[in-house]
């Protein structure tokens, strides 16, 4: 049963700390996209890699925002410094684009900056 | 760009009565419509989906149906049962063929007992 992982689950943090949000695709899918849920603004999309190149990442506060793809098996959402206004569920999925455009969701990463 | 408006924002019904959530869009140019439902402490799961040359599709009790010319889709739930409750999200992809997907602000669907 192929799925999309994340890790951690739920991270607690302090103001001014460094986040980092793991997320591992499902085997062969070459596009990956970063999502942030608020009860407020709903689902945004963050940021989305092709191939591991960043197609577009006007979504992410870019001064303290990051996302890599090192490997085609790993992508990493960084947060530096952290700020209690980050707190929110990050979501990654993925997708073959060459089979349409059927995105795949992980179960999320929870964070509460204090 | 691309907006995605849903409506209602919450629906309550009675188990075994239809729902019925709709969605419009904004970009002419979109050709695919997924809907999504989330769990409580979940990701959003992809439970149904529909392309432009279509105008309708079924699997057992969920139906969704596309009108492309008033630009606007619509995810039909029959035989609702207290399972079904959840937060769905409908999305459109936008004209870029890049797979991006907008989209809408979801509603909550409770089905009482």
């Known amino acids: 049963d192929a799925r999309v992982t994340q890790t951690p689950r739920d991270k607690v943090t302090e103001m001014g700390q460094e986040v980092t949000m793991r997320c591992q695709p499902i085997l062969g899918h070459n596009t990956v996209f970063w999502y942030r849920q608020t009860m407020m603004q709903g689902l945004e999309l963050l940021a989305y890699?092709?191939?591991?190149?960043?197609?577009?990442d006007s979504g992410m506060p870019k001064d303290r925002f990051s996302a890599e793809m090192p490997d085609a098996t790993l992508a990493t959402l960084k947060i530096q410094p952290s700020e209690p206004r980050d707190s929110a569920v990050y979501f990654c999925?993925?997708?073959?684009?060459?089979?349409?455009?059927?995105?795949?969701f992980g179960p999320g990463t929870r964070l509460t900056v204090l | 760009g691309e907006n995605v408006e849903q409506h209602p924002s919450t629906l309550s019904v009675q188990e075994g009565d239809s729902a019925v959530i709709k969605c419009t869009y904004s970009d002419s140019a979109s050709n695919y419509f997924p809907w999504y439902k989330q769990e409580l402490g979940k990701g959003p799961q992809l439970i149904i989906d529909i392309r432009s040359n279509v105008g309708e599709k079924k699997d057992q009790r969920i139906a969704v149906t596309l009108n492309k010319t008033a630009k606007h889709f619509s995810l039909h739930i029959t035989e609702t049962q207290p399972e079904d409750s959840a937060v769905y999200f409908c999305?459109?992809?936008?004209?870029?063929?890049?797979?991006?997907?907008?989209f809408g602000q979801g509603t909550t669907l409770q089905v009482k007992p």
């Open positions: 999305a459109a992809a936008g004209s870029s063929n890049t797979g991006k997907l907008i």
């Open positions: 890699f092709r191939n591991r190149a960043p197609l577009d």
């Open positions: 999925a993925s997708g073959l684009s060459t089979g349409g455009f059927e995105q795949f």
